[in-house]
Every structure is written in structure tokens, then in C-alpha cells.
């Protein structure tokens, strides 16, 4: 079965230290992993997906099928990341696409 | 700008009583999608409209229904809401193109509370 696995419901740091959000996933297929942000009092937007292999506001994450993981990272925490962050698993069939979330974690930046 | 939008915000209901939920868009997507989001749980899927084309979760109680009479709207149907199905809905949209995975774009979702 299709699963996401985020280990950590609150992550608390201090601004300028390394963050590092944990997301496990179970899938037979090709996966497709996205992360996804919620703000204080915004609505649910992509932060970003494997397969573009880009850094957005300063977050990277990599797929490692062997360890079946899409950590997100950022070597130096911001107030403005205090988040929620989900991971989601994107499965693709006839024409529409589905993602299955992890329960999300709260990352708190404190200043 | 171009948005998802859910309506009412917040939704009280009673116990039996019947709630319909609203979403429209102004993206002109092919596929909107509703989804369930208990407290402190991930979003998880009820279903979702590829054009007209009605696709349901097989978990999903026969307690939910939905509409789609025309590109930009949506309802979500709950037919008798129970104490179990006090949550936040959030209703997306996407793209729906062959060989690619299309971002989804959330409304702010309505929060429904069941006495």
C-alpha cells in the first residue's frame, strides 16, 4: 500500500540552524515527491518536487530510492520557514493525478 | 488573480442534517479534487472530477457526494454529517495532462463543525 511517513510533528530550531524535515515513503512504482508548505493563515501551496531538482527559498530535497526518503533541507533557518510542511507521494493514472500526504510537520523557527 | 475558492469558510452544521460545501475556480483546470483533513492527520483524498468524469476513493463513505455541473464549480455533499465527520475540506485543482504530474492548487478550505 501507497504510504508517506513524516516521523516528527514538531520540529523547533533556532534561526540559523540546519533543518532537516524527515519523509519516508512506501510505494511499488516510480515515485513522484513533492513537498508542500502551509503559512500561518495561507492555504496549502507546492514548495517543491523531486523531479525539478531545484532549491526553493534556500530548500532542497533529493530522493533516495534506496532509503525509500525525500528529506528536506536548509542549511540556515529563517523565522519566515515557520511552516507546516507536508511530503507527498504523486501517483499519475489516466489523465489525472493523485497525492497521498503525510500527516505533515510543524517546523518553528524561533528567533 | 487566478484562484480556488471555498465557500462558506466555516460551516456548522448539525448532527443528520445535510451540508453542501462550495468550490469554484478561476484556473479553468480539467480536475478538481476534494479532500479530507481531520486535525492534526494528512489531507487525504475523497475524490476528484476529471471534466465530468467522476472518480471516487474506495474508502470514501457513501455519506459524501459530489457535484460538478460545470468546469468552475464544485460541491461536496455530506448527506447525514456525523461527529466523525467534523474536519477542514480542501478543495484543489489541476491540470489534467497525459505523461505529467500537474501541480495542485488548494483553496483555503472551509472547516466544518458537526453539534
Known amino acids: 500500500a501507497q504510504r508517506v511517513t513524516q516521523p516528527e510533528k514538531l520540529l523547533s530550531v533556532f534561526k540559523g540552524a540546519p533543518v532537516e524535515l524527515k519523509c519516508n515513503y512506501s510505494?511499488?512504482?516510480?515515485?513522484?515527491l513533492f513537498w508542500y508548505v502551509q503559512y500561518s493563515r495561507q492555504r496549502l501551496q507546492l514548495l517543491l518536487r523531486?523531479?525539478s531538482r531545484e532549491s526553493i527559498k534556500g530548500f532542497t530535497a533529493d530522493l533516495n530510492k534506496g532509503e525509500t526518503s525525500f528529506h528536506l533541507k536548509k542549511p540556515f533557518a529563517q523565522e519566515e520557514d515557520s511552516a507546516m510542511y507536508y511530503c507527498?507521494?504523486?501517483?499519475?493514472?489516466?489523465?489525472?493525478?493523485?497525492?497521498?500526504f503525510g500527516a505533515g510537520t510543524r517546523l518553528a523557527v524561533h528567533p | 488573480d487566478a484562484m480556488v475558492i471555498q465557500n462558506p469558510r466555516y460551516q456548522v452544521t448539525q448532527f443528520g442534517k445535510p451540508v453542501t460545501l462550495s468550490c469554484s475556480q478561476t484556473?479553468?483546470?480539467?480536475?478538481m479534487y476534494w479532500y479530507q483533513q481531520k486535525s492534526s492527520q494528512a489531507p487525504k483524498l475523497l475524490f476528484h472530477?476529471?471534466?465530468?468524469?467522476?472518480?471516487n476513493e474506495a474508502d470514501t463513505p457513501d455519506n459524501f457526494q459530489s457535484r460538478r455541473p460545470n468546469t468552475s464549480f464544485c460541491f461536496l455533499d455530506i448527506r447525514s454529517p456525523g461527529l466523525g465527520d467534523a474536519a477542514m475540506y480542501l478543495c484543489?485543482?489541476?491540470?489534467?495532462?497525459?505523461?505529467?504530474?500537474?501541480?495542485?492548487?488548494f483553496g483555503p478550505g472551509t472547516r466544518l463543525t458537526v453539534l
Open positions: 484543489a485543482t489541476s491540470i489534467g495532462t497525459s505523461g505529467t504530474y500537474n501541480e495542485q492548487f
Open positions: 510505494y511499488s512504482g516510480s515515485p513522484e
Open positions: 523531486h523531479i
Open positions: 507527498a507521494l504523486g501517483m499519475f493514472s489516466g489523465g489525472y493525478n493523485k497525492l497521498i
Open positions: 484556473l479553468n483546470h480539467n480536475v
Open positions: 472530477y476529471y471534466d465530468k468524469d467522476f472518480n
